[in-house]
């Protein structure tokens, strides 16, 4: 007599979840903290840079400008409110709202190339000028390349919103881009007083 399998029924558990009861959520976070630590050593090498240099910038290398490094800043703050919008509607499975939020957003994703652009050219010095533009280049370059991903990403996503293949489970899938969105608007902060504001203060 083969022994009795017990068995949980899981009928009623919801297909769509949200926050950390969903597995992406996890995923996306673990790649935060992985980008977030590149992000800390471009830091952590920008002040121990300066911290070996009796002038910084370096004598002869100009400050950067701030005109168009605080206007990205402020655009990248203020595409978090469409985004917040956008997960709000996936929250509540608004696909009419989804799409008209996330298209919002993809409008900010290529938006953030041309800002991102100016605030290279705000640098006012080249990558290769010394140690101060090495590490200047690198540390914009690095987000920059959270933001050409993230574009892709919300470029890929709204093609799936506007498309027949657009499941129920793709809600999910649009908060987690939301999440990441806040991080990586977020995370320009320090960068922005560490590499356009600190030179002003030496």
Same mark, same amino acid.
């Given at each position: 007599m083969s022994p009795a399998r017990s068995g949980?029924?899981?009928?009623a558990l919801p297909t769509t979840v949200f926050?950390?009861? $969903?597995?992406?959520?996890?995923?996306t976070l673990s790649f935060m903290v992985i980008e977030g630590t590149t992000?800390?050593?471009?830091? $952590?090498?920008?002040?121990?840079l300066w911290r070996n240099f009796p002038s910084w910038p370096p004598e002869h290398t100009p400050r950067p400008s701030l005109l168009w490094p605080t206007v990205?800043? $402020?655009?990248?703050?203020?595409s978090?409110?469409?985004?917040?919008?956008a997960d709000k509607a996936a929250r509540r499975l608004d696909v009419a709202a989804l799409r008209q939020w996330m298209l919002v957003a993809l409008v900010f994703a290529f938006v953030f190339f041309f800002l991102r652009w100016q605030d290279l050219q705000a640098l006012n010095c080249r990558w290769d000028s010394n140690a101060y533009g090495s590490i200047v280049w690198i540390t914009v370059g690095v987000h920059a390349s959270l933001l050409v991903l993230n574009a892709l990403e919300t470029l890929v996503f709204v093609a799936i919103l506007f498309s027949d293949r657009f499941e129920e489970?793709?809600?999910?899938? $649009?908060?987690?881009?939301?999440?990441y969105w806040y991080f990586m608007t977020l995370a320009w902060v320090p960068l922005y007083v560490t590499v356009y504001l600190t030179p002003y203060l030496s």
């Open positions: 949980v029924n899981v009928a926050g950390p009861r $969903a597995l992406l959520w996890w995923g992000l800390f050593i471009c830091v $952590a090498a920008y002040l121990y990205g800043l $402020a655009v990248l703050l203020g978090n409110i469409p985004l917040l919008l489970r793709y809600f999910s899938d $649009a908060s987690e881009s939301c999440f």
